[in-house]
Structure formats: C-alpha cells, structure tokens
C-alpha cells in the first residue's frame, strides 16, 4: 500500500543550525507529495509541496524540499533554524488517481537556544 | 472566512454513548476528510467525501459513520463509543483533485471512559 515513512520521531537542534527531516514514501509511480506542521493544540498548516514540477519545492518560513526519484525521498531542510520553527512535522502522500491524503507518523522538532 | 470549524473542542463520554462531532466549512471545498490523530501514530484517516452525497471509507472506519447531505456539513458520528476511541479528531477539507491542500480545523479531543 502507498505510505510514507518519517524517520525519527524526535529531533533536536540548536538555533541557528541546519534542519534536516526524512521522509521516504513507497510507491513506483511519483505521487504528489507534502509537508505539514503543526504547532501545539493548533490544526495542520501546509508548509509544501511537490506535484511533479520542480523537484526543489519552497515552503513558508524558509523551508525547502527536494524530491529524489531514484531515493523515494522528499526530505525537509531549513539552512538555520528559528526558536520558532519549534512543532510537529508531517510527511503526506496522495497517489496520483486517488482522493486519499496518507500522512507519515510525524517528527517533532525541538529548538534549544 | 472562518474556515473549517470543528465542535465540540472537548468532550468526554461514557463507554457505550453515542455523539456527534460537527464538522463545517464555507470554502466551497469539494473534498472534506476525518483523521483521528494518536500519540506517535499520525494522523490515519477515518472516512472522505469527495462532494455532497459521496462518502467513503479511510483507514480506520470501524466504529464511525459519516454523512454529506450538503457541501458546508461533514458531521463523524459515533454509535457505541470505546475507550479505543479515545483521540484527537481533526476535520479537514480542500480541493485534493487539484492541488492537494487540506485546511484543517483545530481539532476535537475526545475522551472515553
């Protein structure tokens, strides 16, 4: 079945350090691909995504992904991270001809000054 | 715009009660969605609906059902409720067949004792 994994379920970095979260997905058709946050007792905001344009997508506050075919990933990197950048981050996937959004277990991000 | 509201926020229930999560939107979203979100486990979704009339099943649909009679209104119902049941439900809608965004409400805890 089409799915995404998200591996490491917590990650810590200090401000001003590069962001990295890994996301793989399984399936052997591209399908279209995202990145959601969501920040405490809040609802999920779309911070990506990648519908088979370009393969470095750019996201809200500064965040940025790339797909990578031959790796099934689409990974999320920010250069330096924000004591604001703080919160859970999902990797979802929706199979082309579906109606399904399949999301990831999720990465919680922690930023220590 | 409000977007998409959820109610209750909380709610707490009795093994074997039923009840009633209200889910409604005025974006003129086509496509609207339930997730229940676990600790560690993501978001997994319950059931869809594609437009008004048209409902379909997620991944965990044991114990719910859904209704569309309009666009605005996707209530999630449940008959007999479980301490299994015990979760965060976010409702979600948006134009999947096109872009893939979902706008997500800010989610109803619900407990079961």
């Known amino acids: 079945a089409q799915s995404v994994t998200q591996l490491g379920s917590h990650v810590s970095v200090s401000e001003g350090a590069l962001v990295l979260l890994r996301c793989n997905y399984s399936?052997?058709?591209?399908?279209?691909l995202f990145w959601y946050v969501q920040y405490p007792n809040q609802g999920l905001q779309l911070l990506l995504k990648?519908?088979?344009?370009?393969?470095l997508v750019k996201g809200i506050n500064g965040f940025e992904a790339e797909f990578k075919k031959s790796e099934t990933s689409f990974h999320l990197t920010k250069p330096s991270a924000h004591m604001s950048d703080a919160a859970e981050y999902f990797c979802?996937?929706?199979?082309?001809?579906?109606?399904?959004?399949?999301f990831g277990t999720g990465t919680r991000l922690q930023v220590f000054p | 715009n409000a977007g998409v509201t959820q109610t209750p926020k909380f709610r707490i229930l009795k093994i074997g009660q039923s009840m009633t999560l209200q889910c409604t939107q005025d974006?003129?979203?086509?496509?609207m969605y339930w997730y229940r979100q676990d600790p560690g486990m993501g978001l997994k979704l319950i059931y869809y609906?594609?437009?008004?009339?048209?409902?379909d099943k997620g991944e965990v649909p044991n114990g719910y059902n859904v209704s569309r009679s309009t666009t605005e209104d996707f209530p999630l119902r449940l008959e007999l409720a479980a301490p299994s049941q015990t979760s965060v439900y976010f409702c979600?809608?948006?134009?999947?067949?096109?872009?893939?965004?979902?706008?997500f409400g800010e989610g109803s805890r619900l407990t079961v004792l």
């Open positions: 979802a996937v929706r199979l082309l001809g579906t109606d399904k959004l399949i």
């Open positions: 399936s052997s058709v591209p399908p279209y």
């Open positions: 990648y519908t088979s344009a370009a393969t």
């Open positions: 974006m003129n979203h086509n496509y």
């Open positions: 609906s594609v437009g008004a009339g048209i409902t």
């Open positions: 979600a809608g948006g134009q999947t067949e096109t872009t893939g965004e979902l706008f």
